[in-house]
């Protein structure tokens, strides 16, 4: 592949999450209620656990913990204060979960510990001293060869259905704006195979505060298809294009631990002399099987106007919009062998000068989406064209406000932060007032 088509591809990904700034006030005012009861629900057909996960010696908060329920696909992540809520069928016959986070050791917890106040389970970090290797340390190109050349082994290779939970955020300085949240089934192919995944959506709900935009009407296009495209060993063309080598330098970093194995580090960043907009970040590698279990990376911003171009599709004339943030994460889950899409988050932070103003204004969005269960698809089930959710979606205009507090049901989410309870509070008590 030229430089040019991954340029392309490159620019697919922001074609996928962009943004669309309009002008005029909404008077639209929609709430709802983020909270179930906690503890165990009495005469629902799953049990509600809760907990936080923290450093043992620093009882620093761990975010994106995975906790999955041993002996099936069923699995959720704490949220950015350490928190999470597994739902568990009351038919399930496993007693225990297993909480794993990088760089820390494995702990199995049972169910029973969790029952009553919120149960704080600690993590305790892994000291790694990497010894024997397979892959030269001094050569880090030859690393990502390999991993690559090992992308059809390494990943599953069956077609599965994967039921994924999925939530959008806008703030306006610290303050929200526009919270979406969606269950989705995801139609996800072989990652040897290069047909698109699809999404089906399930549920959504939405609250937003557009008077909190002033005069601007912020949404983001691309919703859930954006954290399935960052999937690089899915949608390689994203990171590891044919001409990878001519683009990035590779470094190793410090390696780390997952589940008692060696996790090779390696940093990247775009050649000093290509001047088109390339990423940087860290790449996590499995030494044994070298499997790329996680990523993190950022799209070089330092060209306003170029950047501005990739993410805004409309805006003011009057208003010049540009990207002072684009972080990207994508962690892989691992079982029998095989390692799967598991949780995919992408921040964004936009800045917007209007003239003849003297104060910006700072947007913050997030995305966020996690496999919370999964089966195999043997019979290649496939969603019809007019029943898949759209890679052009604005997905606060596919859900609807409302107060249902049971409207999840047996479906695992990531536990609302307090902030987004707060943020919740104040909706409805302004929508109080209006009624």
Same mark, same amino acid.
């Given at each position: 592949?030229?430089?040019?088509?991954?340029?392309?591809?490159?620019?697919?990904?922001?074609?996928?999450?962009?943004?669309?700034?309009?002008?005029?006030?909404?008077?639209?005012?929609?709430?709802?209620?983020?909270?179930?009861?906690?503890?165990?629900?009495?005469?629902?057909?799953?049990? !509600?656990?809760?907990?936080?996960?923290? +450093?043992?010696?620093?009882?620093?908060?761990?975010?994106? /913990?995975?906790?999955?329920?041993?002996?099936?696909?069923?699995?959720?992540?704490?949220?950015?204060?350490?928190?999470?809520?597994?739902?568990?069928?009351?038919?399930?016959?496993?007693?225990?979960?297993?909480?794993?986070?990088?760089?820390?050791?494995?702990?199995?917890?049972?169910?029973?510990?969790?029952?009553?106040?919120?149960?704080?389970?600690?993590?305790?970090?892994?000291?790694?001293?990497?010894?024997?290797?397979?892959?030269?340390?001094?050569?880090?190109?030859?690393?990502? &060869? /390999?991993?690559?050349?090992?992308?059809?082994?390494?990943?599953?290779? +069956?077609?599965?259905?994967?039921?994924?939970?999925?939530?959008?955020?806008?703030?306006?300085?610290?303050?929200?704006?526009?919270?979406?949240?969606?269950?989705?089934?995801? *139609?996800?192919?072989?990652?040897?195979?290069?047909?698109?995944?699809?999404?089906?959506?399930?549920?959504?709900?939405?609250?937003?505060?557009?008077?909190?935009?002033?005069?601007?009407?912020?949404?983001?296009?691309?919703?859930?298809?954006?954290?399935?495209?960052?999937?690089?060993?899915?949608?390689?063309?994203?990171?590891?294009?044919? +001409?990878?080598?001519?683009?990035?330098?590779?470094?190793?970093?410090?390696?780390?631990?997952?589940? +008692?194995? *060696?996790?090779?580090?390696?940093?990247?960043?775009?050649?000093?002399?290509?001047?088109?907009?390339?990423?940087?970040?860290?790449?996590?590698?499995?030494?044994?099987?070298? /499997?790329?279990?996680?990523?993190?990376?950022?799209?070089?911003? !330092?060209?306003?106007?170029?950047?501005? &171009?990739?993410?805004?599709?409309?805006?003011?004339?009057?208003?010049?919009? *540009?990207?002072?943030?684009?972080?990207?994460?994508?962690?892989?889950? !691992?079982?029998?062998?095989?390692?799967?899409?598991?949780?995919?988050?992408?921040?964004?932070?936009?800045?917007?000068?209007?003239?003849?103003?003297?104060?910006?204004?700072?947007?913050?969005?997030?995305?966020?989406?996690?496999?919370?269960?999964?089966?195999?698809?043997?019979?290649? !089930?496939?969603?019809?064209?007019?029943?898949?959710?759209?890679?052009?979606?604005?997905?606060?205009?596919? /859900?609807?406000?409302?107060?249902?507090?049971?409207?999840?049901?047996?479906?695992?989410?990531?536990?609302?932060?307090?902030?987004?309870?707060?943020?919740?509070?104040?909706?409805?008590?302004?929508?109080?007032?209006?009624?």
């Amino acid at each position: 592949m030229n430089k040019k088509n991954t340029f392309l591809s490159k620019k697919h990904l922001f074609y996928l999450l962009s943004l669309f700034l309009i002008v005029g006030h909404t008077h639209q005012l929609q709430a709802f209620s983020f909270f179930q009861d906690t503890g165990i629900q009495a005469g629902n057909t799953y049990d !509600e656990y809760k907990g936080i996960v923290v +450093d043992q010696q620093s009882n620093d908060v761990l975010v994106s /913990a995975t906790i999955s329920l041993n002996g099936t696909n069923i699995s959720t992540i704490t949220n950015a204060e350490g928190e999470f809520l597994l739902k568990v069928p009351k038919n399930s016959s496993s007693t225990n979960i297993t909480v794993s986070f990088l760089g820390y050791k494995d702990k199995i917890v049972s169910l029973s510990s969790l029952k009553g106040n919120n149960a704080k389970i600690k993590l305790t970090a892994t000291i790694t001293e990497l010894t024997a290797v397979n892959i030269d340390p001094r050569d880090p190109e030859a690393l990502i &060869k /390999a991993v690559m050349k090992k992308r059809g082994t390494n990943y599953q290779n +069956d077609n599965t259905i994967m039921t994924a939970f999925y939530r959008e955020t806008i703030k306006k300085r610290r303050k929200y704006v526009s919270l979406s949240e969606a269950v989705v089934d995801v *139609y996800k192919k072989p990652y040897s195979s290069d047909k698109n995944d699809v999404i089906k959506l399930y549920k959504a709900r939405k609250s937003a505060d557009y008077k909190k935009l002033d005069t601007l009407t912020l949404k983001l296009q691309g919703g859930p298809s954006s954290t399935l495209f960052i999937d690089v060993m899915k949608n390689p063309d994203l990171l590891f294009t044919e +001409d990878i080598l001519n683009i990035y330098d590779f470094t190793f970093g410090n390696s780390t631990n997952i589940n +008692d194995r *060696y996790i090779y580090v390696l940093d990247f960043k775009q050649k000093p002399y290509i001047k088109d907009l390339y990423y940087y970040g860290k790449l996590y590698i499995d030494s044994e099987t070298l /499997a790329l279990t996680k990523a993190e990376f950022s799209l070089n911003l !330092e060209d306003r106007e170029e950047a501005s &171009k990739l993410f805004v599709r409309k805006k003011p004339s009057r208003a010049k919009v *540009y990207p002072t943030v684009a972080t990207y994460n994508m962690n892989y889950r !691992e079982k029998n062998g095989k390692w799967y899409y598991g949780y995919g988050k992408i921040d964004l932070v936009f800045k917007v000068n209007w003239k003849k103003r003297l104060f910006n204004s700072t947007y913050k969005l997030n995305i966020e989406m996690a496999v919370t269960d999964w089966k195999k698809n043997p019979d290649n !089930e496939n969603l019809k064209f007019k029943d898949r959710l759209k890679s052009s979606v604005v997905i606060s205009d596919e /859900a609807s406000g409302f107060s249902d507090p049971e409207f999840w049901g047996e479906y695992n989410v990531i536990e609302p932060e307090k902030s987004i309870e707060s943020a919740i509070k104040k909706i409805k008590k302004q929508l109080r007032k209006l009624n």
